[in-house]
């Protein structure tokens, strides 16, 4: 495995602008795109999975309309949508990225092979990993995990709309304590919600070093090229 391949979980609310019949906002989707290439210049292979909230959820669909393999498949086809929309940005601003999808859209995207992402990590561009992992009742989250340890990432990362793992939930208490690092082990014993459970329980096994970090185009490069923000969660005490 690399450190220097990394995977990085950004969610759909990024790119969302609110009110508008797209609800893509491709200035956010910019200034994304910007951090990436600045995080590939720094010489990391980047590995991106992206969310799909801003167009639609599973949870979304209330009562009994769709049943949730239809809507959790629903929500991965829309994860697409953002994919293309960060891949197109991503070579305006001159940086080379592929889209790799769990279904197969041979006209638009290629089929996810974990061959063909390493090979396109190693050529220096972006995969962005769509599609979710193609199975209903997994989240992004198991998504991100799964992609890192096809690919040989040692290193994930999930921007979060907090600084970090807490305590207790900092927006219904002020006093919640920010970790700076905590093991698996120690999350698990208090708790603390980092993860859905497939996709935690799937990094502690594997050891995979995870950060979760508050969102902005500049914190994507402070988290992953100066290391000096966010939670690390590993398998070591601290």
């Known amino acids: 495995m690399s450190n220097k391949r990394v995977v990085i979980k950004i969610s759909g609310e990024v790119f969302e602008v609110g009110n508008q019949p797209a609800n893509l906002d491709f200035p956010s989707i910019k200034k994304v795109a910007e ?8 010489g990391y292979q980047v590995g991106v999975v992206v969310g799909a909230g801003n167009i639609f959820r599973a949870r979304m669909v209330k009562g009994s309309e769709v049943d949730r393999v239809a809507a959790d498949h629903m929500g991965m086809m829309a ?14 601003v001159g940086q080379e990225a592929r889209v790799l999808s769990s279904f197969s859209v041979p006209a638009i995207m290629e089929d996810y092979v974990y061959k063909r992402a390493i090979n396109h990590l190693k050529n220096k561009r972006v995969v962005i990993f769509a599609g979710g992992t193609g199975n209903p009742y997994f989240t992004t989250d198991t998504t991100l995990v799964l992609r890192a340890l096809e690919v040989g990432a040692t290193n994930i990362y999930k921007a979060s709309n907090v600084s970090g793992v807490y305590d207790s939930d900092p927006d219904k208490n002020k006093k919640a304590k920010l970790y700076k690092k905590i093991s698996y082990a120690e999350a698990l014993k208090r708790n603390l919600k980092i993860m859905d459970a497939t996709a935690f329980a799937l990094a502690n096994d594997n050891k995979l070093n995870l950060t979760v970090f508050k969102y902005s185009p500049e914190n994507i490069v402070r988290a992953v090229v100066k290391n000096n923000i966010g939670t690390k969660v590993t398998n070591e005490s601290r």
Not at 35 to 40: A, C, N, P, Y
Not at 79 to 92: F, G, V, Y
């Open 35 to 42: 951090s990436l290439k600045k995080v590939v210049k720094a």
């Open 79 to 92: 994860t697409s949508i953002n994919a293309l929309a960060l891949q197109a940005t991503l070579e305006r």
